[in-house]
């Protein structure tokens, strides 16, 4: 698995949501939407609640399910 999905990865297990800008600052990662993709892809129960942030812009907001019977069994 890529470096910054496994940061990703580990960010949401920690029950935190995670913003493209989070992303971007914490873990200089500029496509937050494709490391997503990729999780979700490898089984990972992640949904995306789209959010109009003060600027007017719409982000798309992060979260893994914590309900850990949802999770891969690699891991």
Known sequence: MKQQNLMVL????TGKELTP???LNSYGCFRLAARVYD???SGWP??????TMDN???V?????SMNKNEWPNEF
């Open 56 to 58: 007017d812009k719409v």
């Open 21 to 23: 800008l989070e992303a």
């Open 46 to 51: 992640i949904h995306c609640e789209r959010r």
């Open 10 to 13: 580990d960010h949401l297990k």
């Open 39 to 41: 999780l979700k892809q």
């Open 60 to 64: 798309g907001v992060y979260t893994l």
